[in-house]
């Protein structure tokens, strides 16, 4: 498995993450909704670039 599909696995994962903090609705803690979004923009940024190098 490549590192791409290795990104797109762990996005998926923090996704899923996400998801599951902003269902529990106004016990939401706005940091960790931060810490995750900033993670899974990192990821995409990075699984991006991976597939640019990767399709050239």
């Known amino acids: 498995m490549n590192k791409a599909n290795i990104l797109a696995q762990e996005i998926e994962k923090l996704r899923r993450q996400l998801e599951d903090v902003l269902s529990r609705g106004s016990r939401v803690?706005?940091?960790?909704?931060?810490?995750?979004?900033?993670?899974?923009?990192?990821?995409?940024?990075?699984?991006?670039?991976?597939?640019?190098?990767?399709?050239k």
């Open 29 to 55: 803690d706005s940091q960790e909704v931060a810490n995750l979004s900033r993670q899974i923009d990192a990821m995409v940024v990075e699984y991006t670039r991976l597939q640019r190098k990767y399709s």
